[in-house]
């Protein structure tokens, strides 16, 4: 298993190419975690944690290792994050 990025918060794990979990830790205060699939021209991020720090960090990670110019789609699926990214 393959990890491409490495947070205080969360450890993401490449599951198969073009699929990403990204894994709690448990000193992160984040209490779900995310899914990332690479659709091509887009990568789709599913349940980009509740905490906003967390998300952000994650953000960071599309930015830096995964994304490449690709679009970002946030789903999130907890409250205060809804339409946090676009």
């Not at 967390?54 to 809804?82: C, M, Y």
């Amino acid at each position: 298993m393959h990890t491409p990025f490495q947070s205080e918060r969360f450890t993401l794990h490449q599951l198969a190419d073009g699929v990403y979990a990204a894994i709690a830790t448990e000193l992160g205060a984040v209490f779900s975690n995310a899914r990332l699939v690479d659709l091509g021209e887009q990568i789709l991020v599913f349940d980009a944690f509740e905490n906003p720090i967390a998300a952000e960090d994650l953000w960071v990670a599309l930015l830096n290792q995964l994304a490449e110019g690709k679009a970002k789609t946030f789903i999130p699926r907890h409250g205060p994050l809804s339409g946090m990214f676009k």
